[in-house]
């Protein structure tokens, strides 16, 4: 089978395309042939190296987490799902024609491959940010770099539970951010200030990584009320720096609800093939995104 893979860390050059070995469901997962992968930014923070604690890899190693397809093969003591049946879930090296899931679910009805490959990680980040930051019904939460994936979550599922939300983003992307519900503004000089006067904040989060945690400081007034997952050195200014999943199975469960209640839609941006892989991860690594990015295979 075609599968991306890499043998060095390093730039969007380590990544290629080779023939290999498919991969099989072991106990408590499933196999899927591979119709759409999703494109988040932690698959290119491991290709360069970055994050290792909570993804430990070994070298060479495909890419990938995120995934849609069809099961066709079923590990020892998976119970409730047949071959032939549509799933998303997430599991490893996603960017290939086949890949193995330790945590699915049925797809949505009206949903395309490429669409739901776009949700598990997105989903289960913007859940565990939110409660991480502690921000309740009623009060308002800043979302820095709020039109990618998992700001498009966020501000969805933020603003069904009765909490306010800010979102900063480009200019391009304003009235994609007032279609989610915020109040939209954009980054760069005084977007401080524009933050200021649209209301006063309860809580942030750094989607972007942009170097902007001292104004959300600033705009909080409390390092336990910023939660960064982009932002490396977060950490050094007291602030928390989320990078370890939780429960996946809960973030399926959840995400599909939202859907079936027309809550949660996160429209997908731009496509590619397994070949261009490195073009994916250079244009996640830029930003500017609305919505996800997903490679069709």
């Known amino acids: ?29 499933v196999r899927i042939a591979v119709r759409a992968a999703g494109v988040n930014p932690v698959d ?48 490893a090296d996603t960017y290939a024609e086949y890949a193995v899931l330790s945590a699915w679910a049925r797809m949505p009805d009206g949903l395309s491959f490429a669409e739901a490959a776009g949700y598990p990680s997105v989903v289960e980040t913007a859940l565990r940010i939110i409660g991480q930051v ?32 800010i979102g900063t983003a480009g200019a391009a992307n304003q009235d994609y951010l007032r279609s989610l519900g915020a109040l939209a503004t954009t980054y760069g000089p005084g977007w401080v200030d524009r933050v200021r ?11 972007a990584g942009s170097g902007v945690i001292p104004e959300l400081l600033e705009l909080t007034g409390d390092p336990r009320k910023v939660v960064s997952i982009a932002d490396l050195g977060a950490p050094q200014f007291g602030v928390r ?40 991860h250079i244009d996640s690594r830029a930003g500017h995104t609305r919505g996800r990015r997903v490679i069709l295979v």
């Not at 099961?71 to 998303?88: H, L, N, P, Q, Y």
């Not at 700001?151 to 069904?160: F, H, K, P, T, W």
């Not at 006067?197 to 989607?207: E, I, S």
């Open 44 to 91: 290119w923070r491991i290709r360069e190296g970055q994050i290792l604690k909570a993804h430990p890899i070994r070298l060479p190693a495909g890419v990938g987490l995120d995934a849609s397809g069809v099961i066709d093969e079923i590990g020892e003591g998976v119970e409730g799902f047949d071959i032939g049946d549509r799933v998303f879930g997430e599991g």
């Open 241 to 280: 720096f989320s990078g370890e999943a939780g429960s996946v199975p809960e973030a399926l469960a959840e995400a599909t609800a939202l859907i079936a209640r027309g809550k949660l839609h996160i429209p997908v941006d731009k496509t590619y093939t397994l070949d261009e892989a490195a073009k994916a």
């Open 134 to 165: 502690g921000v309740q019904p009623g009060q308002t939460l800043l979302v820095s770099g709020a039109s990618g994936g998992v700001g498009s979550a966020v501000l969805q599922i933020a603003r069904d539970r009765g909490i306010t939300v």
């Open 197 to 207: 006067r649209l209301g006063p904040v309860d809580a942030a989060l750094d989607l």
């Open 1 to 29: 089978m075609r599968k991306v893979n890499f043998t060095e860390f390093g730039g969007p050059d380590v990544l290629h395309v080779i023939e290999t070995e498919e991969p099989h469901a072991g106990p408590g997962q």
